[in-house]
């Protein structure tokens, strides 16, 4: 089976800093995601990559660059770390047939910024 | 708002009960995902419906859908205590590929 790899689990960053998570798979999966996970507000889509050098915004892009430097890796960047931050990044993967995927998540970076 | 959402913040109950986790979307799907997510693990699918299925079982997992209503549920038998986790409901975003994401609800399960 695959895995899905996310560096680092736990991040603690400095107001306006630029922070960089990395996430790497071995399934081969075409097409990666980056989620942010608030505490009451589930999962949002901050970027998509569905190929090697593709980027594709979600819905809360603002503040953040992503980079698909391989078809394996996916890199979010913090372009600016808000004091008092706190939530988890979620980095997935799927395999996509129209619309309906099976995804795979990995468990994680957990950002505080103090 | 979400496009997909949970009707109930939080459900408790005993080890070897069961539990019924209910869902609503806002747009017409191709399919519905349901998945689980412990404490500090990122979520895992659990099941996966199609619109034309109106059940799908996975295990001591069933899940439901009706499209007329715009809603699912996922029902776990014999619960365990390690079935504690908040359970999501997640539909296809319709404008890009991913998922949205239901709040969640949290299941504790009790000796």
């Known amino acids: 089976g695959g895995i899905i790899t996310q560096t680092p689990k736990f991040l603690i960053g400095q107001e306006g800093q630029k922070l960089t998570l990395k996430c790497q798979q071995n399934?081969?999966?075409?097409?990666m995601y980056w989620y942010r996970q608030d505490s009451g507000k589930g999962l949002r889509l901050i970027y998509y990559?569905?190929?090697?050098?593709?980027?594709q915004k979600g819905d809360l892009s603002e503040g953040y660059d992503a980079s698909r430097e391989k078809k394996s890796s996916f890199s979010l960047t913090v372009t600016s770390a808000q004091k008092n931050e706190m939530a988890v990044f979620l980095c997935?993967?799927?395999?996509?047939?129209?619309?309906?995927?099976?995804?795979?998540f990995g468990s994680g970076t957990r950002l505080l910024v103090i | 708002s979400q496009l997909a959402e949970e009707n109930l913040w939080a459900l408790s109950v005993h080890e070897g009960e069961s539990v019924t986790v209910n869902c609503s979307y806002k747009?017409?799907?191709?399919?519905l995902q349901w998945y689980r997510q412990k404490s500090g693990e990122g979520p895992a699918q659990l099941i996966l419906?199609?619109?034309?299925?109106r059940e799908k079982r996975n295990g001591r997992l069933r899940a439901t859908l009706d499209t007329s209503s715009q809603s699912s549920s996922l029902s776990i038998t014999a619960t365990r205590c390690e079935d504690t986790a908040v359970y999501f409901c997640?539909?296809?975003?319709?404008?890009?590929?991913?998922?949205?994401f239901g709040l969640g609800t949290r299941v504790s399960v009790f000796p």
């Open positions: 997640a539909t296809p975003l319709y404008y890009a590929q991913g998922l949205t």
């Open positions: 997935a993967s799927s395999i996509v047939t129209g619309k309906i995927s099976d995804y795979t």
């Open positions: 747009t017409s799907i191709t399919a």
């Open positions: 419906i199609r619109s034309n299925e």
């Open positions: 990559s569905i190929t090697e050098n593709d980027l």
């Open positions: 399934f081969n999966h075409d097409t």
